[in-house]
């Protein structure tokens, strides 16, 4: 272990880059999944609901990877398991090519590349810049290494649309696996890196994994977050799975649903960073509840809205702002509540209640689209979800719970 003082603010910066980058390419692979939907049902004539349930898969198992990758990276460090994950990613992504039935893509879409994506994405890199940065510093670094997935959303949505129509999606999809194995230089900056000395350090016997998982499960502001955070993962996997198919419906070209994702993503990169550089100055419980009252109140003006291109383009920066800004002070309460230890994986396991609401999202989706012919019922859920997160947010308690007291020194 070492103090606060050791790392350099050059090696700050790298640790800090590389995990935005690794996120920028591991994100654009899994948030661009939506835009092979339709090619891929063309190709293997399965049906929107079958591939829908393949790529809901997926959801679920990009978030049950995380608490998993992330107990193995706080124990052997993250640099392992971004290898490993960008390897199961790129060959997940490239063997979907090859596969034709709905359990072939629930293989290559559903587990291997979803697994693979998760082992390089928020719970392994933000908790490994937390137990490597001071307190003061981790709020706008949890807001920038977010930023970086935005990014790669932003340049990569349009970038695989215009592979796509320009030489097929398979070769947009060989592409994407290819870009993946990027992310296996840039884990070389993410070893050797020491944990900051803290209290928790110091309780070896108070802080085993055992014991903080039962501690975490126990606590109901923990459990608050993970309610939150279900409906943020319904949300996003609803949108990146069927906003191609809402564009079509609304009888404008697909070039406008990777345009409205690739908005979403920039714009989501100011919200990353506001909303992480106000976590050093507000209760991060009221930003989280802001951010998902807010979201219920622009799907609903976006329903009252003529669909025409442009009232996609405002709909798509406005969610953006609030896209994945929720990251931030989610991670940033579990590490108030419990300390940055064992932050990979208490984080890792808010984000499976991310995914299984990601699930749903995308699942019900393509059930909605087949039953109804339109997805205003998913419009309808997500409204009354983003209200019911944003009053699930009000009660949780901005403070270390006292079995924790120790780890007061991790405060953000």
Not at 101 to 122: E, H, I, K, R, Y
Not at 321 to 335: C, D, E, I, K
Request: proline letters at 4%.
């Amino acid at each position: 272990m070492t103090t606060q003082n050791t790392m350099s603010p050059r090696a700050a910066w790298l640790l800090i880059l590389s995990a935005s980058a690794i996120l920028m390419i591991t994100m654009a692979a899994r948030l661009t999944t939506g835009l092979f939907l339709s090619p891929i049902n063309t190709a293997t004539g399965l049906g929107v609901a079958s591939i829908s349930l393949a790529m809901a898969v997926g959801q679920f198992m990009w978030g049950a990877s995380q608490p998993i990758f992330g107990a193995v990276a706080d124990k052997y460090g993250p640099a392992r398991v971004i290898v490993v994950g960008a390897l199961m990613l790129a060959a997940g992504l490239a063997a979907t090519p090859f596969v034709s039935s709905q359990w072939g893509l629930m293989l290559t879409l559903g587990v291997l590349s979803a697994a693979g994506a998760g082992a390089g994405s928020f719970s392994i890199l933000i908790g490994a810049t937390a137990q490597r940065l001071p307190a003061e510093r981790r709020p706008f670094a949890a807001g920038f290494v977010n930023a970086g997935g935005s990014f790669g959303q932003f340049v990569f949505s349009p970038l695989v649309q215009f592979i796509i129509q320009a030489g097929g999606w398979v070769t947009a999809m060989f592409s994407l696996a290819a870009t993946t194995l990027l992310t296996i230089p840039l884990a070389f900056f993410m070893r050797g890196q020491k944990r900051i000395q803290n209290a928790a350090a110091a309780a070896p016997d108070e802080f085993t994994l055992g014991r903080q998982l039962r501690t975490a499960m126990r606590d109901r502001s923990y459990l608050c977050l993970h309610a939150g955070f279900f409906t943020c993962g319904f949300h996003i996997a609803f949108l990146v799975t069927h906003l191609p198919g809402e564009v079509a419906l609304c009888g404008l070209p697909a070039g406008v649903s990777a345009k409205a994702l690739g908005l979403i993503g920039l714009f989501n990169i100011a919200g990353s960073l506001v909303v992480g550089a106000l976590g050093q100055r507000y209760r991060m419980k009221w930003l989280l509840a802001a951010i998902y009252g807010g979201r219920a109140v622009m799907i609903a003006l976006y329903l009252l809205a003529p669909k025409t291109a442009l009232t996609f383009y405002i709909f798509a920066a406005a969610l953006g702002f609030s896209w994945l800004a929720t990251v931030p002070p989610t991670a940033g309460l579990v590490g108030k509540l419990f300390g940055t230890r064992y932050l990979s994986t208490l984080f890792g396991l808010t984000l499976l209640s991310h995914q299984i609401g990601g699930f749903f999202g995308a699942w019900l989706g393509g059930l909605a689209f087949v039953r109804f012919g339109d997805y205003s019922w998913m419009w309808y859920a997500d409204i009354v979800l983003a209200l019911a997160a944003a009053l699930v947010n009000l009660p949780i308690r901005e403070a270390v719970p006292h079995r924790a007291a120790a780890t007061a020194a991790a405060k953000a």
